[in-house]
């Protein structure tokens, strides 16, 4: 995806969003060892976005999928009522394609950290909706953005290995992605949680 691509991707401002994160590059540093996070984790991460960037697609479907299959999650991309809203559906799936590559090709830098935050917000009360311009069910708790670790980390696995890499090159993406994953959902909690647990 080109740089002109990525601009155009609605609600998409990496880079330039106003919003700071107040985790620093020392926490953050902290929290890269907590999770294991190596320089080859690094590379298996640009690897896996090199065997992605083609299927983006297909694994929003799955995900999609199991969202849908789950009126408690589908909730939160529905009205008050329970009408799902299908242009805030159609707004943020870009944004996911989107996340997908990022997670495994951006440097977990000042820039990357300040747009975990931003996403963070977009799940609670202060955010949601806001981007989108929506009336969707607000906020999602906490306990379902962990929880979702794993099925984006477990369906991932089939994706990572569809290009013919060896089962330990797959098993390094597949470990690396799952570590990147539980690092971005444990940025994403800081708002849930009192400022000084955060």
């Known amino acids: 995806m080109t ?5 155009q991707i609605a609600g998409y401002d990496f880079g330039r969003t106003s919003t700071r994160s107040p985790v620093t590059e020392e926490e953050l540093d902290k929290l890269l060892k ?10 298996a991460l640009r690897m896996a ?3 992605l960037e083609d299927q983006t697609d297909r694994v929003l479907d799955v995900w999609y999928g199991f969202v849908a299959d789950h009126p408690h999650l589908m909730a939160y991309f529905s ?28 440097p977990f830098d000042r820039a990357w950290l300040d747009y975990q935050e931003e996403i963070a917000l977009r799940h609670t009360a202060d955010k949601k909706n806001v981007t989108d311009g929506v ?6 708790p906490l306990r379902y953005l962990v929880a979702f670790i ?30 990147a994953v539980t690092l971005q959902a444990a940025l994403w909690s800081r708002p849930y949680a009192r400022e000084n647990h955060a």
Request: hydrophobic share 35%.
């Open 3 to 7: 740089t002109q691509q990525k601009t």
């Open 34 to 43: 907590t999770v294991l996070f190596t320089d080859d984790d690094r590379a």
């Open 49 to 51: 976005g090199d065997v």
């Open 79 to 106: 009205t008050p009522g329970g009408e799902p809203i299908q242009r805030y559906l159609d707004r943020v799936r870009p944004r996911f394609a989107q996340w997908i590559l990022d997670t495994c090709r951006r």
């Open 135 to 140: 009336d969707a069910t607000t906020p999602i």
């Open 150 to 179: 794993y099925p984006i980390t477990a369906t991932m696995r089939d994706f990572l290995a569809a290009k013919g890499h060896s089962a330990e090159e797959v098993e390094a993406m597949h470990q690396a992605w799952f570590k």
